[in-house]
């Protein structure tokens, strides 16, 4: 059965692909707390330095995790939302290409103090 985030939490993000120059991300709405991020080892930052990840939609996967290949989703020109956990980001993020994301957004549903 697919977990839908909780409301208050939903917007609780860990960034792997998103970033702009100054290492911001931006939600317009709906957000519940601002939130600080860590971007990705593997972030192409030639991209985020053009301004080439503005404006896409970000959705909800399923699976939730994205351990396993996405059912049936096409994410093509969007933004895939996964919940942090039960596998790796490198499982997460290809399962999430292979579905043709612009990029991934790793969401925790804990807020975790560093």
């Known amino acids: 059965m697919r977990r839908a985030p909780p409301p208050a939490l939903l917007l609780l993000l860990l960034v792997l692909l998103l970033a702009s120059v100054a290492r911001a991300l931006v939600i317009e709405s709906p957000s519940c707390r601002l939130m600080t991020h860590v971007s990705g080892e593997f972030t192409n930052l030639t991209l985020l330095e053009t301004g080439g990840l503005q404006n896409y939609e970000v959705v909800p996967v399923s699976p939730f995790t994205a351990c396993e290949p996405l059912r049936g989703q096409d994410l093509t020109g969007k933004v895939a939302l996964v ?8 499982q997460k993020v290809w399962h999430a290409q292979r579905a043709h994301a612009a990029a991934v957004v790793v ?8």
Not at 83 to 90: A, E, I, K, Q, S
């Open 83 to 90: 919940l942090r956990g039960d596998c790796n980001f490198v």
């Open 107 to 114: 969401m925790d549903n804990e807020l975790r103090h560093e």
